[in-house]
């Protein structure tokens, strides 16, 4: 079986990774990133998994590694990613819409079958009514990070339609864990706690959000494969579990017996939503299990954290 996943290099793709290769003695693994956010140290060292730097914008970049493979499945999560860079870059975010476009067009040309794509819940916006379906939610942001997104679904949707391109979208909420980068928000506070300095919040820090464990999110997308569930479909892939975020720094704070202080920063002026929750109706038929608690989550990558000291 052989896989590719495009922005290998980044920490749930290349958590991914981790897992295929656990998972499954018969799998190859090709991991491409242009390292715009992806780092070295996330790439896992295994005979199977193969690296290529690669930016999969560029079409006579990426496709000689589509030719030379013959991939059985896609995980397209290649993207502009962070609250603050794509506010920052929306040019950049949006030229993420021909990484797409190429992923799709060699994937339906060499026989793939089947596309997985990193969507988002911020398709959704600020939300009408909590818990966010699917179905029944609507897409309303129009900040270019969600409208890119939102895109990538109608294309995969439309190469289904007429090539018979399969696909899985995946609405990913908040994930966290060891490999995640220092500018996201759980990494940035246990940084922060463990070396005893101000942790900053935008705004009072009552935006709720929810917290996935990486475990969670990886065995969820690989029973999507395995069990071929959600085929041609969409699911929220998250914890429903809703903290604010000013009791997130509080709790890490209490966890890491940090001497830390809390100050408040002027909130962002757009993109920083103020309540976020799945439905995990989806989610809970792809994981099987109970989640991950956000405690015992935040427990993992303190010890790990701490040992790295």
Not at 36 to 63: M, Q
Not at 123 to 140: A, F, I, M, W
Not at 220 to 229: E, W
């Amino acid at each position: 079986m052989k896989v590719l996943i495009t922005g290998g290099a980044g920490f749930i793709p290349s958590s991914l990774a981790d897992v295929i290769l656990n998972k499954w003695s018969d799998s190859e693994v090709v991991l491409v990133d242009n390292f715009l956010t992806g780092r070295k140290e996330n790439i896992p060292s295994h005979p199977r998994c193969r690296f290529i730097k690669n930016d999969v914008n560029n079409y006579n970049d990426i496709a000689p590694v589509f030719l030379a493979f013959r991939f059985d499945y896609v995980f397209h999560y290649a993207a502009v990613v962070g609250v603050k860079r794509t506010l920052d870059n929306p040019v950049m975010v949006l030229n993420d819409i021909q990484g797409i476009r190429n992923v799709l067009d060699l994937s339906k040309n060499t026989g793939v079958k089947r596309v997985f794509f990193s969507s988002s819940s911020e398709v959704y916006g600020e939300p009408v009514h909590l818990p966010q379906n699917e179905q029944t939610t609507p897409l309303n942001s129009r900040l270019p990070y969600a409208v890119v997104k939102n895109v990538g679904e109608s294309f995969c949707r439309s190469y289904q339609q007429e090539y018979g391109l399969d696909f899985t979208l995946f609405r990913f909420f908040n994930t966290y864990g060891p490999k995640q980068s220092p500018d996201f928000v759980v990494s940035r506070f246990i940084n922060a706690a463990l070396q005893n300095k101000d942790i900053t919040i935008y705004g009072d820090g009552m935006q709720t959000r929810t917290f996935c464990y990486i475990d969670d999110n990886t065995e969820a997308c690989i029973n999507s494969l395995s069990q071929n569930l959600f085929i041609n479909d969409v699911v929220n892939v998250g914890n429903d579990k809703a903290i604010t975020v000013l009791e997130l720094a509080e709790t890490i704070i209490r966890l890491t017996g940090s001497k830390s202080k809390i100050v408040h920063l002027p909130p962002l002026p757009e993109g920083d939503m103020t309540r976020r929750q799945p439905d995990i109706a989806n989610m809970k038929l792809l994981l099987k299990k109970e989640f991950i608690s956000l405690e015992d989550g935040l427990l993992k990558i303190i010890e790990l954290r701490k040992n790295i000291k």
